[in-house]
């Protein structure tokens, strides 16, 4: 084990992965009560009070094997998650628009422009994606892009972002949307066999 993630390649994917996975479970912990009115999988239901544990024991392997990969899509969840919350102020007395800024600076200034927006990119694009997969789900409640934008708007900023993610850094695009696809199969597997929900 310790001589395949001694490859730079490797350890990137698995980073991604592991990341992929992390964001998944801080998102579900978060979701928890909206997943359940929309009949949603969700982690919490299986791990319970272990899902914050957790996530941060995986998070620490992922940025043990690639930290600035890990940080930045982390980073970069955080502020496409706090999108619809940018006008809430949160409990750190900031509003969610400031969290995101300092956020999005601390990243430039600690992992380089490029590192950043790559990551920032292709998360904006997974949660587009998302958006459009879920509209039906989230039509009548909740935060979608879809009814912001439109369908078409959604699919084309979609793309854009994909495109502009995977200029910047190919090998992290390419391995952050494997790593989406892994995770919800990995999610639907789950939820046939016990009963995640």
């Known amino acids: ?11 990137k994917l698995f980073a991604v992965f592991l990341t992929g996975f992390v964001i998944k479970l801080m998102d579900d912990f978060i979701d928890l009560e909206y997943d359940t009115v929309l009949e949603r999988q969700n982690f919490s239901n299986v791990l319970g009070a272990g899902i914050l544990p ?48 300092i956020t999005l600076i601390l990243g430039i200034l600690l992992l380089g422009p490029s590192e950043m927006l ?35 708007e959604c699919l084309v900023f979609s793309i854009i972002c994909f495109l502009s993610a995977l200029y910047l850094d190919t090998v992290k695009t390419i391995a952050v949307s494997i790593s989406a696809i892994s995770i ?8 046939n066999s016990e009963g995640v929900s």
């Open 1 to 11: 084990m310790w001589h395949i993630t001694s490859s730079p390649l490797v350890r």
């Open 54 to 101: 957790y996530a941060i024991f995986i998070f620490s392997l992922a940025c043990f094997l690639e930290p600035r990969t890990s940080i930045s899509l982390f980073f970069s969840s955080y502020i496409v998650g706090m999108t619809a919350d940018y006008g809430t102020k949160m409990p750190s007395g900031l509003y969610g628009y400031q969290e995101s800024l």
């Open 184 to 191: 919800v199969y990995i999610i639907y597997l789950l939820s």
């Open 118 to 152: 790559s990551s920032l990119f292709i998360m904006w694009s997974i949660q587009l994606w998302d958006d459009l997969c879920d509209y039906r789900k989230e039509i009548a409640c909740g935060k979608n892009y879809v009814k912001m934008l439109g369908k078409v």
